[in-house]
């Protein structure tokens, strides 16, 4: 069973910093692409998408990222502890949602398995 876990989102203040983690277990993340996707808080209506915000390959470790996010954001892997992680700095209001971890063979818009997310709120 495809089984994993977000933690590490919390209240921070704009200009602030949060890691991210999406930790497996029973199974390694080494084979799968790993994406990063968020959701604004009340933005719930059928065809409202999660929107990207990174994602990193499993063969080559190559990472793309919105542009949203380019520059702020950064997507590593430690496959040692089986944990994807998404180091945000500079975090902005706009950035407030709920952020989901996705996997699948390939980045895409719409990988198969999701977790089930964890709070982003930037405000002072």
């Known amino acids: 069973q495809v089984q994993f876990v977000e933690s590490g989102g919390g209240l921070v203040q704009p200009g602030g910093s949060l890691r991210l983690s999406c930790t497996a277990s029973?199974?390694?993340?080494?084979?799968?692409?790993i994406g990063w996707f968020r959701q604004a808080p009340g933005n719930q209506a059928p065809g409202k998408e999660r929107?990207?915000?990174?994602?990193?390959?499993?063969?080559?470790?190559?990472?793309s990222y919105a542009d949203s996010v380019k520059g702020r954001f950064a997507i590593s892997r430690d496959n040692a502890k089986n944990t994807v992680y998404l180091q945000m700095n500079s975090l902005k209001p706009e950035d407030t949602g709920v952020y989901y971890c996705?996997?699948?063979?390939?980045?895409?818009?719409?990988?198969?398995?999701w977790g089930k997310g964890t709070l982003v709120t930037v405000s002072s």
């Open positions: 996705a996997l699948d063979d390939y980045c895409s818009p719409n990988m198969t398995y």
């Open positions: 029973g199974f390694s993340l080494d084979y799968y692409a």
């Open positions: 929107e990207g915000v990174s994602c990193i390959s499993s063969s080559d470790g190559i990472t």
